[in-house]
């Protein structure tokens, strides 16, 4: 006897009744409300060419997934893009944006107690908010990389791309560039649909979704509306159909063993510093007692780059790609893969690799032979950052080991801004901004722009960064302390960091020291005022101040039954001990 489905309802029941009516109404037959029911979720928006082309992708989904037996209804999200939507509130509403996707998802799921889904992955907070919303709801689901955007060429051949925009738009108050130049640049920088091309947060999080074994084998990262993506398209329906009627779940995928896939992936493809909290947030709704920055931890010291796509060297997106993009990575960890760990479509990871072809390993190589010979994710502690921070290094670029100086402290990016351009910060200082966690902004403000305009000065690798802000998956210049925790408006010791304090970073020992004595710093904390949480309780930064964890715990919004002045100072507590 078949297993009965979440969506079926008991036959002449009220609510079997009204749900008929509006199916019936919609077109649907009888023989239709006894078949799978999949969502197709759509996170398409006007506002960014990373959504452009999601509509016709969305309708081909749903012709999918009929032929394969199934009814597949569209349901549309908030639609998250940097770029544009970090224009507002400092930003705030970019990763917050992320939860309240999978808030989205899980209303129409869970409400309409459908059977599947179909994630529409685009942008960088889209592919996160999907595997959250997975984990959550733990119902079947398919998640459908979307593709990267065609870049353009200047006149003399050279490539443009939307990181050459926003890195030259750094130097246009110190002469870098002209407003005509720039303006150039982004006329020339985006040729079509699809996400930043690079290993930037988007493409670096479709790698790990196929790294946790949640995509079509072989469909990470791709050419938006490119052969690939669009045969995806075409088979996601039977493979989506089929996991609903084998039972395959997200919880049962997404494992210890493929999360440590997943930070190889990421480690050896030298992504997106943002990839860490989003691990950790996906691990967290999972229920998984999973510390991803432990994992990142671990690897580090074995799992070394294999590719070098911009911003971390000079490969595009399309070559690595054409060499057989995140599976030909994961071919190539070798005995490091779990190959146990299964997938959505019912094979193993060793299943998989086994048939995947390495097609360039001069832009994909072996772990024996690595493009670099340091990890470029590297996760620092310190009594600067008791509970962690995250540093990005690329993959062929020396940098100092160890940068010692003193702090210049900023509460906001404008005001650092500011004083990089009218030379008020100099070599030698580490520039200490925060005011941009979760809680503190709230929502969690973007520090990319304050490291552009350090190096539109010229002085990338002669000032360190210390900010609990997140950054652009782009960002891969000069030595930033990014993402410290606890963050500045809590309890700890970035909060009561002063002009002039000696601060030293040491990435081979991966520290970051605040080198103050302790009774100074206990002083410090004793005549600071507590943080309040925006009043404005009808926001939904308000909102997301009041709900949002830590970003060790991946800043998901899972809830806390005490105030926040009592998590502060508990929290406290916590860091003195």
């Keep these: 006897m078949s297993r009965r489905l979440r969506s079926e309802v008991p036959e002449g029941s009220p609510r079997w009744a009204t749900r008929r009516a509006q199916w019936r ?19 398409s928006s006007g506002l960014a060419p990373c959504f452009a082309h999601l509509d016709p992708v969305a309708a081909a989904v749903k012709r999918s997934v009929e032929a394969a037996g199934g009814v597949g209804f569209e349901i549309r999200t908030v639609a998250p893009t940097d770029f544009i939507m970090s224009a507002g509130r400092g930003g705030g509403h970019v990763l917050s944006s992320r939860d309240l996707l999978a808030a989205d998802i899980e209303a129409v799921v869970e409400g309409a107690q459908l059977d599947g889904m179909v994630c529409l992955a685009s942008c ?45 738009a750094g130097g246009l108050r110190f002469g870098g560039i002209t407003v005509d130049g720039l303006c150039d640049l982004s006329e020339r920088a985006i040729t079509g649909p699809g996400v930043c091309t690079g290993m930037g947060t988007a493409n670096s999080m479709h790698i790990v979704a196929e790294a946790l ?43 210890p063993g493929a999360f440590a896939n997943a930070v190889m992936a990421v ?107 340091h990890p470029t994710v590297v996760v620092v502690r310190g009594s600067l950052a008791p509970d962690t921070a995250i540093v990005k290094l690329s993959v062929t670029e ?74 652009s998956g782009l960002v891969n210049k000069g030595i930033v302390v990014g993402e410290v925790q606890p963050e500045g408006v809590l309890p700890g010791p970035l909060g009561v960091v002063e002009d002039g304090d000696p601060i030293s970073i040491d990435l081979a020992a991966r520290r970051v020291d605040l080198l103050v004595d302790e009774r100074e710093l206990e002083r410090r904390h004793a005549e600071r005022p507590p943080h309040q949480v925006p009043g404005d309780s009808s926001g939904w930064l308000s909102v997301y101040a009041r709900s949002v964890e830590p970003l060790h715990r991946g800043a998901t919004l899972r809830g806390n039954d005490l105030p926040p002045s009592d998590r502060s100072t508990n929290a406290a507590r916590a860091h003195r001990a």
């Design 398 to 471: 020396e940098r100092p080991a160890t940068f010692e100086g003193t702090a210049r402290v900023f509460d906001d990016a404008p005001s650092a801004i500011a004083a990089i351009e009218g030379g008020g910060v100099r070599p030698g200082d580490v520039l200490v901004l925060r005011g941009l966690g979760p809680v503190g902004t709230p929502g969690m403000g973007m520090a990319s722009q304050t490291v552009f305009a350090l190096n539109g000065a010229g002085l990338t690798e002669r000032v360190a960064v210390v900010t609990d802000g997140q950054l």
């Design 124 to 168: 960088d907070k889209t592919t996160p908010g999907q595997l959250m919303a997975a984990a959550r709801t733990d119902v079947p689901t398919l998640v459908l990389a979307c593709g990267y955007q065609s870049c353009g060429r200047l006149d003399n051949g050279e490539r443009v791309d939307i990181e050459e925009v926003f890195l030259r």
């Design 25 to 43: 109404a919609l077109g649907l037959t009888d023989d239709d409300l006894t078949k799978p029911k999949i969502a197709i979720v759509n996170s």
């Design 267 to 373: 480690l050896a493809v030298s992504g997106s510093i943002n990839c860490v909290k989003h691990l950790q947030a996906i691990a967290r709704e999972s229920g998984a007692e999973i510390d991803v920055y432990r994992l990142f931890e671990k690897y580090a010291d074995t799992i070394r780059p294999l590719a070098a796509v911009r911003p971390n060297g000079e490969d595009g997106i399309e070559e690595f790609e054409d060499a057989g993009g995140a599976l030909a990575v994961l071919k190539q960890l070798g005995e490091a893969l779990e190959g146990d760990a299964v997938t959505v479509t019912g094979d193993t990871m060793a299943d998989r690799v086994a048939r995947a072809v390495v097609k360039d390993e001069r832009v994909i190589r072996p772990l024996s032979d690595p493009r670099g010979d």
């Design 213 to 255: 074994g949640m995509t079509l084998p072989g469909t990470a990262p791709v050419r938006a509306n490119g052969e690939t993506m669009w045969r995806a398209v075409e088979a996601s329906g039977e493979a989506i159909v089929r996991a609903v009627r084998e039972d395959r779940r997200p919880r049962t995928i997404m494992t």
